[in-house]
């Protein structure tokens, strides 16, 4: 069974740091893109960070400057290095991965992490 593991979410003071990590556990093929998102009461899930399997990224102009998205292959995991965190950034941030269960690109499968909470407040 696949499951992605995040950790890394909690409190900081704005201005200050946090490092979220998610792996993928269980038996899989391949892992193509992978990516962060954020959700807030009563709006709807945004895209903060996704990564190509060849390290291409794609970033939220809010968080541009302040966010770095990086991946290990060899060890499936990602991970989102928040800087000069700001009280906007308070979310639900979970991770998504595109992964094969087979050679086949269609057997593609949109994974989800649990949601790990990151709160930023003095």
């Known amino acids: 069974q696949v499951q992605l593991v995040e950790s890394g979410g909690g409190l900081a003071q704005p201005g200050g740091s946090l490092r979220l990590s998610c792996a993928v556990a269980?038996?899989?093929?391949?892992?193509?893109?992978m990516g962060w998102y954020r959700q807030t009461p009563g709006k709807q899930r945004e895209l903060v960070a996704t990564?190509?399997?060849?390290?291409?990224?794609n970033v939220a102009d809010s968080v541009k400057g302040r966010f770095t998205i990086s991946r290990d292959n060899a060890k499936k995991m990602v991970y989102l290095q928040m800087n000069s965190l700001k009280p906007e950034d308070t979310a639900v941030y979970s991770c998504?991965?595109?992964?094969?269960?087979?050679?086949?690109?269609?057997?593609?499968?949109?994974?989800w992490g649990q949601g790990t909470q990151v709160t930023v407040s003095s």
């Open positions: 998504h991965a595109e992964i094969q269960m087979r050679p086949a690109r269609s057997s593609a499968i949109d994974f």
């Open positions: 990564i190509t399997t060849g390290g291409s990224t």
């Open positions: 269980g038996s899989i093929w391949v892992i193509n893109d």
